[in-house]
């Protein structure tokens, strides 16, 4: 008989759960995931005593959450660009739901699992635009398909990589949104320029990130006059084109290369008005 017969609140996960809510029994390479409260204390009894609940993963630490997470690991490998894309979920999410968010982000770099209620994606080719359209088309329907609450934050599109400047990145931004979540639990899309704006407004850009930005506008004199003229033009590029005596195609090529240095898109207004705002603090 099939165990959803006799236990249809089971669910199926990748990974096992919080053990004071559920009851989690590996089944292959998956989970079934029984719910205490609703099973009986003879249910409950069996479940631990026949089917040997897994009371901790031993699942080993792949090389990149080693690099990531783990002080002194070796870089699995050189990366030029980098993206990380941070998922927050109530339980550990279905292998289903991780082979379409695979198909979504275009086959990532690595898929990170934190922890057994935050999943990070690493990419290397970076359409965060299209990827963000995307995703708040369907966060509703993923939620509903798999009965998860999702939270997802897309991180900055990182270039010109050296070093463990990735490693760096990762940190602070994880450390950003782990903050801001705290403070805004309402929101489940949440893009990185936001988190910015309010990091900046807090005085609390990270280091690592706040040199970062020092190097790529502090220091750049063109960009910083693309971000000034913008920002006197209210974000209107043929008033900015106009103020700089360019043509159009001119400007969206410089917009186009600001975006490569940076991760910004400047013709967003919240991308535009961090660009801006740190410029004037620094």
């Not at 759960?17 to 249910?43: C, M, Y």
């Not at 299209?130 to 990182?158: C, M, S, V, Y």
């Not at 805004?184 to 706040?210: F, G, M, Q, R, V």
Request: net charge negative; charged share 25%.
């Amino acid at each position: 008989m099939d165990i959803k017969t006799i236990f249809p609140e089971v669910r199926v996960s990748s990974g096992p759960a919080n053990e004071e809510e559920w009851v989690s029994i590996e089944d292959g390479d998956q989970f079934l995931l029984f719910p205490k409260e609703q099973l009986s204390s003879r249910e409950l009894a069996l479940l631990e005593f026949y089917l040997s609940p897994v009371k901790k993963s031993s699942k080993k630490r792949t090389a990149w959450e080693k690099y990531l997470l783990e002080d002194g690991a070796e870089l699995p490998e050189r990366l030029e660009e980098g993206q990380f894309i941070y998922l927050s979920h109530q339980l550990p999410i279905p292998s289903e739901m991780v082979e379409l968010l695979e198909s979504i982000f275009g086959q990532p770099k690595a898929i990170l699992s934190l922890s057994q209620t935050q999943t990070v994606f690493l990419l290397t080719r970076s359409d965060s635009f299209g990827q963000i359209a995307l995703i708040k088309d369907i966060l509703p329907t993923l939620e509903n398909d798999f009965g998860l609450a999702l939270r997802l934050f897309i991180g900055n599109h990182w270039s010109s990589l050296t070093a463990n400047q990735l490693r760096d990145y990762f940190l602070e931004e994880r450390a950003l949104y782990d903050a801001y979540r705290t403070q805004n639990s309402d929101e489940t899309l949440i893009l990185y320029s936001k988190i910015l704006l309010w990091a900046l407004n807090a005085d609390h850009i990270p280091k690592a990130i706040c040199h970062y930005y020092q190097m790529v506008l502090g220091n750049q004199k063109e960009t910083r006059e693309l971000v000034e003229a913008l920002w006197d033009s209210h974000g209107n590029l043929v008033q900015t084109a106009q103020s700089l005596y360019i043509h159009r195609n001119s400007l969206q090529y410089k917009l186009d290369k600001v975006y490569r240095q940076t991760g910004l898109q400047l013709k967003q207004l919240d991308d535009l008005a961090f660009a801006y705002l740190f410029l004037q603090k620094s």
